[in-house]
Structure formats: structure tokens, C-alpha cells
């Protein structure tokens, strides 16, 4: 399981679109892969929007994914997971103030994907950030991983880190600006979760990637491709295997039954590894909430009159 912010980015200000997308509204054949497992649906989504709407927010909402490599996993595993997964996005907002989540699950990759959307507001109106890469990485990957590790679940940044795998990508050059280096490294990320999930799966697919991105393919050697951000900026070289010419993507996928998760010592070290290193940053997440919306969530408590409506009890409640 790996976490991917797909969505409400780049002034994407109406919500309709994202819903559309996860609900496969123009697609009605797809349908039969699509469920609601949130007792939040579409009209308390929509409603919330609205809500909000006076605020003008640059990026009112959030959609994510958490996706797996597993075709399914046990519904009560998926309640737990959702459930803390928010607790976790909201930690120190109080329950009251916290925005609608609706949690759409798909199948229609041949795996599972538990998509969300929420807000980047509180009930209160005041602005959230959700998720916000360069911060939030860290505990969004220790939550993953350690929920990995304690369910035996596909882990792509084990995958990732193993020493057999370790130059899938190779470390960037220590001269490229913090910024850029930033950008490359999540746009390295996103390759290699796509790899694994089978939305990428050749280096002509990797290439139209990059340039989805607004990124320039500056060249393209036999083991490496060079990038730039514009026209005027100094070539970025990518290398590793997933860069080379004629690499098969499928085999990082058949090897992915990991033989050091046998190793109930491996096991343990990389658990605990991940919890320590979630407790370290939900500490930090949780501090900063509170520090910065206990008053105005104290405040503004009694005047909050808006409230999500609820879906039909008979739906899986989380």
C-alpha cells in the first residue's frame, strides 16, 4: 500500500470533476468496480463545497489513494485503515470541526484502490492543509509502512529500498538546487509507484509520463534520460534501471514477493523502524494543529451550525 495525492491541485476549485472521476459517472461499464464504503456520500460532498464556497479557496479540496498491490483485502481491515488514516490527517482538530471524507473503493485495475476526497477547510471555515508533500511525506509513508508490516501487505517502498532493488533510480547529483531536487524526487516517486501498479510499463510510457508533467526530455541515451523545467535550466540526469533502454518493467513486479519479509528479524527492525518514525511525526502533526486551531476551534465551536448529512445506516459505516 502506498499513498498518492491525485487530486484538488492546480486551482482545481469545483469538486464535481474529482467526484465524477472516482464515481466513473461517465462510465457507467465501469461502474460494477466502483463502491461508496463511507457513510459520507456525494451530496454531503457536494453540500460542503458550497459550504465553503464564500471562502474562495486556491485548493478547496483533496483526493488521494491509498492503492495496493493486493486484488482485495478484509473489510475490516479497510474500516480500520480509513479509520485511521483520518484520525491520522486530522490529528488535534476536534471531531466537530473536521471536514466530510467520502471513501470510494476500486477494482477495476485488477487491485484495490481506496480513493478519498476531502477538504482543505474545517468545519469552521478555516484553512487546512491536508496534505502538503514536502512536509507531510514522512508520515504518510510511515503510516503506509507500518500498516504494511503489521498486515503483510505489498509494500512498493520496501520494494523500493531492498537491497536487491536499490538501483531502480540512482541517488541525484548533491549540485542540483534544493528545489528542483524536490520535484525530481517526487516525480521519481510517482514513477515507481505507477510501475508497480501497472500504469506505467515501458520507458516510451516513463517518457510520456515525464512530459505530462510540463517537463522537456532535453535527451535520451541507452541507461539514462536527461530533463529540464525550462528551456534556459541546466539538464537534470535520471539514472537507473527503470531508465535504461529495453528494461522490462513487468519483472519488478512478478519479484515483488519480497523473501526478507521471511526474516521475523527483518520484520521486527522494519516495524519498529516505521512506528517510531510515525509516532515521531504525528507528534509534530498533532502539536502544530492544536497549537494553531484549539482557539478558533473553541471559539467558534457554538457557531458552527453546518453538519454533514448522513448516508442510509444500512451502507458500510466506518
Request: net charge positive; aromatic share 8%.
Amino acid at each position: 500500500m502506498i499513498h498518492k495525492h491525485i487530486g484538488g491541485k492546480k486551482n482545481q476549485r469545483s469538486v464535481k470533476n474529482s467526484l465524477d472521476y472516482l464515481l466513473r459517472t461517465k462510465k457507467p461499464e465501469e461502474q460494477k468496480f466502483v463502491e461508496v464504503l463511507s457513510q459520507t456520500n456525494r451530496s454531503d460532498i457536494e453540500n460542503f463545497n458550497e459550504y465553503i464556497k464564500e471562502k474562495n479557496f486556491k485548493n478547496p479540496f483533496i483526493t488521494g489513494v491509498l492503492s495496493f498491490e493486493e486484488k482485495d483485502i478484509d473489510p475490516e481491515l479497510k474500516t480500520k485503515i480509513m479509520n485511521e488514516f483520518e484520525e491520522m490527517m486530522f490529528s488535534g482538530i476536534e471531531p466537530e470541526n473536521r471536514p466530510p471524507v467520502i471513501w470510494i473503493q476500486h477494482k477495476d485495475k485488477n487491485r484495490l484502490e481506496l480513493n478519498y476526497t476531502t477538504f482543505n477547510s474545517l468545519m469552521n471555515k478555516k484553512h487546512f492543509q491536508c496534505y502538503y508533500h514536502l512536509s507531510d511525506k514522512k508520515l504518510f509513508n510511515s503510516f503506509c509502512e507500518k500498516i504494511n508490516y503489521e498486515n503483510n501487505i505489498s509494500s512498493v517502498l520496501d520494494v523500493k529500498e531492498h537491497k536487491e532493488r536499490n538501483t531502480l533510480v540512482n541517488t541525484l547529483n548533491t549540485k542540483i538546487p534544493a528545489d528542483k531536487k524536490a520535484i525530481v524526487e517526487k516525480l521519481q516517486e510517482d514513477i515507481l509507484s505507477k510501475i508497480i501498479t501497472e500504469e506505467i510499463n515501458n520507458r516510451e510510457e516513463l517518457i510520456s509520463f515525464i512530459q505530462s508533467k510540463n517537463i522537456i526530455i532535453n535527451r535520451v541515451r541507452e541507461n539514462a534520460i536527461s530533463i529540464k523545467f525550462s528551456k534556459e535550466d541546466k539538464p537534470i540526469s535520471l539514472k537507473g534501471d527503470i531508465y535504461e533502454q529495453g528494461r522490462d518493467y513487468k519483472t519488478y513486479r512478478t519479484e515483488s514477493t519480497i523473501d526478507h519479509r521471511a526474516d521475523q528479524q527483518y520484520v521486527e527492525n522494519q516495524l519498529r523502524h516505521h512506528r517510531e518514525n510515525f509516532d515521531t511525526e504525528l507528534k509534530k502533526r498533532h502539536s502544530r494543529n492544536r497549537t494553531r486551531f484549539k482557539s478558533t476551534q473553541s471559539k467558534d465551536q457554538k457557531n458552527v451550525e453546518y453538519r454533514v448529512k448522513k448516508a442510509n445506516d444500512s451502507k458500510n459505516v466506518r
